[in-house]
């Protein structure tokens, strides 16, 4: 017999039917007349609970019948009177797929996330990370819905290059040769000629040089691919591969861009309240019970515009009020998440889109104010993450571009086809990119980034 989904079959119920239904038990209780089995198949956290009448099943079958093992159950769907649920099953068939025995480490509730990392192949049988999992998916399905609506094309940029986009030096090498005996040059530095390349590469740190080049030809692209950085932070927010989603349009300027990053994660998380109710609840109630207050307050809020040199008076403010940092502010510093913090939950209790930031701070392609001293990046700041995306309006001329680069020592011979842009029909164009496990974090309540991705890459661990 065809088998139901629970999520369908709890949707409309099609009481007084017979269905077949495939999970994995996450319970068993009962008595010695009748077994209640909480039935689970990962399309929704809602167990569909199993009525076994132990006068009608074999003794030696329902010894198998033990947390996390397989079953196919065929039975009668009625009414529920108990269970806190609308529909359960009462079992004519009960065949057990795969067995599992007590060296289960799921055996109970209640384990900590720590261990849950350890065993990070079987996490996903979990509700929490169930929930968190088809979360990720639907805000995935969000973000592709909501730029191809906008009529943006999704456009691929390479993982292996041989640029750094974000000029920081923390790539992680890709190469095929011998780690045992390198070739050198006379100068002792090492001769990649014979790699597999012909030439030093590495991992992308962003596609945003590649998404620039697209954006001057399609008129607005996104990238959503992952995206690796060698830096050894050991936060709960970092990642070593992360999942990088990088929006980038020609014709538009400060104000169009963060328009557009305010209406993109208010949509995001306006879905996620639409397609998953029942996991955000589940999460409101088990892991942060201010989650959905959260989610539905940054929906109806408008983001903060603040400038950077804004944002420090603020800060300078609230010091000589006898607010404490640990890290000192004045212009020209790279804020800490502390006074990203401040501003966001204590100050304007809202999401703030900073602006025009010192250039020395920013990346070498951000467009040039005519201050001679700020650059039109933008960071949106979000409450509980800090910053969520980066992006800017790019220096779209050839001469300032090109001023910076060499200021910066940027080694140009890697760089040409980029500068090209700028020489042939140059445009005015902005972009960001928006880290998809913050957006996570912020959607699940999840305090740790390592756990809303399937398999974390972070300093000293690869496993799985
Ligand atoms: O601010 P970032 O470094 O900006 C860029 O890479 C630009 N090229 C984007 C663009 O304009 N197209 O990174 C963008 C976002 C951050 O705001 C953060 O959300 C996320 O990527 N991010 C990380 N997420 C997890 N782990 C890390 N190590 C991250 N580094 C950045
Ligand atoms: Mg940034």
Not at 352 to 374: C, L, R, S, W
């Amino acid at each position: 017999m065809k088998r139901t989904k629970i999520s369908d079959l709890l949707k409309s119920p099609a009481f007084g039917t017979t269905v077949t239904v495939m999970g994995w038990v996450r319970t068993r209780r009962g008595s010695k007349a009748v077994s209640f089995i909480a039935l689970n198949d990962g399309s929704t956290i809602n167990n569909i609970q199993i009525v076994a009448d132990l006068a009608k099943f074999d003794e030696e079958l329902m010894k198998d019948i033990t947390t996390g093992a397989c079953l196919s159950v065929e039975g009668l769907l009625v009414e529920s009177v108990g269970s806190g649920q609308a529909a359960e099953i009462q079992a004519t068939r009960i065949d057990v797929l795969g067995t599992c025995d007590n060296t289960y480490p799921l055996q109970k509730k209640g384990h900590s996330m720590e261990f849950l990392r350890e065993v990070a192949h079987l996490r996903p049988r979990t509700n929490t990370f169930g929930a968190v999992f088809r979360i990720r998916h639907h805000m995935a399905m969000a973000i592709h819905t909501f730029f191809h609506e906008k009529g943006f094309y999704y456009f691929h940029a390479p993982l292996i290059t041989a640029s750094d986009c974000e000029g920081a030096g923390q790539m992680f090498q890709v190469t095929t040769m011998n780690l045992y005996d390198l070739k050198k040059n006379e100068d002792g530095s090492i001769d990649y000629s014979d790699d597999f390349f012909g030439r030093q590469t590495s991992l992308t740190v962003s596609g945003q040089l590649e998404g620039e080049l697209a954006a001057t030809a399609l008129g607005a692209i996104y990238t959503f691919g992952p995206t690796f950085r060698a830096e050894n932070s050991n936060t709960p927010r970092h990642l070593a591969e992360f999942w990088m989603i990088e929006p980038e349009m020609a014709f538009y300027d400060l104000d169009d861009l963060t328009e557009l990053e305010e209406e993109f994660i208010k949509y995001c998380v306006r879905w996620a309240l639409d397609h998953c109710a029942d996991d955000l609840a589940f999460l409101n109630k088990m892991v942060d019970p201010g989650l959905l207050e959260r989610l539905n307050h940054v929906v109806e809020t408008p983001f903060v515009r603040l400038p950077y040199t804004e944002g420090i008076r603020i800060l300078e403010e609230a010091i000589k009020g006898g607010h404490k940092f640990e890290f000192p502010v004045y212009w020209g510093c790279d804020l800490a998440s502390e006074h990203e913090r401040f501003l966001v939950e204590h100050h304007f209790k809202a999401p703030v889109i900073m602006t025009d930031y010192p250039k020395e701070i920013k990346a070498f392609y951000m467009k040039q104010n005519a201050d001679g001293k700020t650059v039109q990046g933008t960071d949106v700041l979000f409450p509980q993450i800090g910053e969520i995306i980066g992006g800017s309006v790019r220096e779209e001329n050839y001469d300032k571009l090109m001023a910076r680069i060499e200021e910066l020592h940027i080694p140009m011979k890697d760089m040409w086809w980029y500068l090209d842009t700028r020489r042939y029909g140059t445009c005015p164009h902005a972009g960001f990119g928006l880290g998809f496990e913050r957006l996570l974090l912020f959607v699940t309540g999840m305090q740790n980034i390592r756990d809303v991705i399937p398999f974390p890459r972070t300093p000293g661990n690869a496993s799985f």
